[in-house]
């Protein structure tokens, strides 16, 4: 499996920005399935966005559509999250996931994961 490690939370302002970046071990991440779920307190994990390895077509929870962007540099195994626009709701610990089945939203779609960062945007 690969060993997932996400960093780039902190508190924020409500409009303001962040990138969250996922440093992926290994030698296969740009064979990968890459995904951002987030997790507020008292709720259940959450679909945020996913990317294909070769970064075309990723997918967005309508929440952050337009909002949020997803990418990663293969070269340095690495993944991003660059957030704009940033919303109270936006509060969270942030997951990167890792897995092979495709671009998917579901949790079980993914078989590795990071300890996740938290991101606390207040108003």
């Known amino acids: 499996q690969v060993q997932l490690v996400e960093s780039g939370g902190r508190l924020v302002q409500a409009g303001g920005s962040l990138r969250l970046s996922c440093a992926a071990s290994g030698r296969t991440f740009s064979t990968l399935f890459m995904g951002w779920f987030r997790q507020a307190p008292g709720k259940e994990r959450e679909f945020v966005t996913a990317i294909g390895w070769s970064g075309i077509l990723p997918v967005y929870a309508d929440s952050v559509k337009g909002r949020f962007t997803i990418s990663r540099d293969n070269a340095k195994n690495t993944l991003y999250l660059q957030m704009n626009g940033l919303k109270p709701e936006d509060t969270a610990v942030y997951y990167c996931?890792?897995?092979?089945?495709?671009?998917?939203?579901?949790?079980?779609?993914?078989?590795?994961w990071g300890q996740g960062t938290q991101v606390t945007v207040s108003s």
């Open positions: 996931a890792a897995g092979r089945r495709g671009v998917l939203r579901n949790v079980e779609g993914y078989d590795s």
